[in-house]
Nanobody
Framework: VQLQASGGGLVQAGGSLRLSCASSERTFRTYRMAWFRQAPGKEREFVAA????????YYADSVLGRFTISRDNAKNTMYLQMNSLKPEDTALYYC???????????WGQGTLVTVSS
């Protein structure tokens, strides 16, 4: 399973970005998907997750109400709409896929989000 994350960049506090995670697999719709992030000097942390048919979504408390996870199974792509960005959202953002197991076994290469104050 190959995942390609994109959409990161430099944005001012209060701004917005939309991240994308594309898969080349036709079985994308069978994957449970998620976003994680890792800030400099910190552990990787969960951001948001979405079930296969988008019937449920889950968010970290730190992003609830500001970020929205979604997916388009016809395009084999997952998204993370990030609004009201804060400097503490600065991190390398990774997308991940869970294929038949509780764990996220497949990871994209990460896309860097930098929020300036």
């Amino acid at each position: 399973v190959q995942l390609q994350a994109s959409g990161g960049g430099l944005v001012q506090a209060g701004g917005s970005l939309r991240l994308s995670c594309a898969s080349s697999e036709r079985t994308f719709r069978t994957y449970r998907m998620a976003w994680f992030r890792q800030a400099p000097g910190k552990e990787r942390e969960f951001v948001a997750a979405i079930r296969r048919m988008a019937e449920s979504t889950y968010y970290a408390d730190s992003v609830l109400g500001r970020f929205t996870i979604s997916r388009d199974n016809a395009k084999n792509t997952m998204y993370l709409q990030m609004n009201s960005l804060k400097p503490e959202d600065t991190a390398l953002y990774y997308c991940a896929a869970s294929v038949g197991t509780p764990q996220y076994d497949y990871w994209g290469q990460g896309t860097l989000v930098t929020v300036s104050s």
